[in-house]
């Protein structure tokens, strides 16, 4: 399955943990979730991936953890905050930098509509999600 099949499928997901909980839960609500709503629909997801960073060829004992990486190539940031900022865009941009991963997404459950808090990045470009 290509990524932006399985970024459809994670969308579809996503509006339906939107709409069983509704928003102003807390992010790890939703992150758990959209785990069992992901594999509910056949998608392989892991939560809390931790991500090292090489540095100028050195190894940092700190790195980040992914909320969720589905089918091994897709990054999913989940936030659940009244609206999203540049930076949360950027740490978007960040992780697939240092993964290496093509395709992301930045969920933000405290949308009044899901579809109104999905951003996609591709590449490490923003941009309005239209795989819905």
């Known amino acids: 399955m290509d990524e932006n099949a399985i970024g459809t499928r994670v969308i579809g997901c996503a509006i339906e943990v939107h709409r069983e909980l509704g928003p102003g839960l807390l992010e790890s609500v939703y992150q758990k979730a959209l785990s069992i709503e992901l594999a509910e629909s056949g998608l392989k997801a892991q939560q809390e991936v ?3 960073i090489n540095y100028k060829g050195r190894q940092l004992d700190e790195g980040f953890r992914a909320d969720l990486i589905v089918e091994e190539s897709v990054i999913l940031e989940l936030k659940s905050v ?3 900022k540049e930076v949360h865009k950027k740490q978007l941009q960040t992780y697939l930098k240092l993964t290496g991963y093509r395709l ?5 459950f405290n949308a009044p509509a899901m579809r109104r808090g999905v951003l996609r990045c591709v590449n490490g470009v923003n941009e309005p999600s239209s795989t819905f």
């Open 82 to 84: 009244e609206s999203l």
């Open 104 to 108: 992301g997404y930045l969920l933000n």
């Open 50 to 52: 931790p991500v090292l």
